[in-house]
């Protein structure tokens, strides 16, 4: 299969929804131009693109799931905007453009982020995209979202991570914080697709071992791409998590050792699909392509 | 009826669903504490009772809407502590106790108001709390709550308010601020009571009307407490609004006139009652307790 095709396919799906969905200007409009800013600012789809292909994975028809695939792209941005923030961060650049409160201001900025949150919950609850997912999947796969989000997840790892700054690297808190700050987002993505399928159970624990094992990787690379990329590919001041002394992969492991626990990662995800005929190509794929991205 | 007594049951039982929840320690402890810390600041829980009290006048057993009356007393925690930020209103004091980045730094601060506002709707989502609820009315009220919180609610609310600090008082402006910040949640409050009863859809505009009277005259008495409340009775700064020029009733129509303006919302909250008999009694009562409430 064409995996570069798939991505972009997807990925249009994707942005032609959010576009149809905020083609209404609504007031105050300073509000909508922030959160479409970060929306729009280059992000690559890869949590909708990974429940939807969990979703044509599982026996669903990749078209239905699009609107709820999308909110993870809507939550992922709002914790990218919260964590660019003076106080967390303090990033300037993200993806090459200005981070959202260098151009809206900090307080903009936040809203921006509360909003695009709240705004993912209220299409996951709208019953209105739904033909053949069940209600009852569709409020089973929302509280995934917001377990792998919320204290229990996401947050708990960006806590941790800014708990960790310029302390000692601890292999335990490392995982802590991967697991939570970016796998848990990523593994709830194909877990979604599997629960709005309506699949059954004996496929569950392959997606989540796939999930996790991706959400990993999809870390370590990041650790490795920021070391080792250049500014203008990255689109953001190489080493930045270097200079305020973040525990990462590289840092305690060393670049090559986190490459081959990375190749480790991708290689046990696949093989955790090994239950799914070519149905399931698409999340093998992206896998692969991951672990070679670079940026 | 007792109306304070009806209160203080209420709130003992949202306060007693709240321990039991949160009673496991999470990792990272601080984000936990932080959550709490501003969760049990005081807050009257106006809110949760409001939509307890419209279920109750819908037909429904007030027990089974406790854990989702309560998410709405997280969502308004969250807001308070984004809301009292640096770069939003800059407030040291919430209810005579340090705001929450006078104690946890602005980075925890924001964190545990995004955790708070996510974990809503985790329980929302949790169909475990259901027994005579229907899942598809948990979808239906979860929706309300997010619309009512989000981009089209108080987020846009706040944001507007904050654009127009030190602007010229505009009386379809200060509406707009006061409808999103203030009355959509709190009417989203007694919606998602009505709806979960599985109640007529007869009843839907009495409690609808009800609702945003009862929103928007909340908001009035508050401006009009702030004024003139002193710190002590209200825990925060007295006339801190006016300090920063915001646009309030007072500013624009006088204290006598903002207290007519209190009475008459009430009194037509009131009187979108009168299709229901003695069970709406708390509702009732609760506008008139507002309306005379001294913090």
């Given at each position: 299969m064409d995996i570069k095709k798939y991505?972009?396919?997807?990925?249009?799906?994707?942005?032609?929804?959010f576009h149809n969905y905020f083609k209404e200007q609504r007031r105050p409009a300073v509000l909508q131009e922030a959160m479409l800013y970060s929306l729009f600012a280059g992000g690559k789809r890869i949590r909708p693109i990974l429940a939807i292909a969990s979703f044509e994975?599982?026996?669903?028809?990749p078209d239905e799931i699009v609107p709820y695939a999308s909110t993870l792209e809507l939550i992922h941005t709002y914790s990218l905007i919260h964590d660019d923030l003076p106080s967390m961060d303090n990033d300037d650049l993200r993806r090459g453009k200005p981070t959202n409160h260098k151009v809206y201001g900090e307080a903009i900025a936040i809203l921006a982020g509360?909003?695009?949150?709240?705004?993912?919950?209220?299409?996951?609850?709208?019953?209105?995209?739904?033909?053949?997912i069940k209600q009852a999947d569709l409020l089973k796969a929302l509280r995934e979202i917001a377990n792998a989000s919320g204290p229990r997840g996401m947050v708990a790892g960006q806590v941790q991570d800014i708990l960790s700054e310029n302390s000692?690297?601890?292999k335990d808190i490392l995982q802590f914080i991967?697991?939570?700050?970016?796998?848990a987002l990523i593994c709830a993505s194909v877990k979604i697709g599997h629960i709005l399928a309506g699949s059954s159970k004996d496929n569950l624990g392959a997606i989540i071992s796939y999930g996790n094992n991706i959400g990993l990787a999809f870390q370590v690379i990041d650790d490795i791409l920021d070391i080792e990329g250049d500014t203008e590919e990255l689109g953001k001041p190489v080493g930045s998590d270097e200079r305020i002394k973040k525990t990462t992969y590289p840092l305690l492991h060393g670049i090559e050792k986190s490459r081959?626990?990375?190749?480790?990662?991708?290689s046990d995800a696949v093989s955790s699909l090994?239950?799914?005929?070519?149905?399931?190509?698409?999340?093998?794929?992206?896998?692969?392509?991951?672990?070679?991205?670079?940026?």
């Open positions: 991505l972009h396919e997807k990925k249009e799906a994707v942005d032609s929804f994975a599982c026996g669903g028809n509360d909003a695009l949150l709240t705004e993912a919950f209220s299409i996951f609850s709208d019953t209105s995209f739904c033909r053949t000692v690297p601890d991967h697991m939570h700050k970016t796998a081959e626990i990375a190749r480790q990662l991708v090994s239950i799914f005929s070519a149905e399931a190509d698409p999340l093998r794929e992206i896998a692969f392509y991951l672990l070679n991205r670079r940026n």
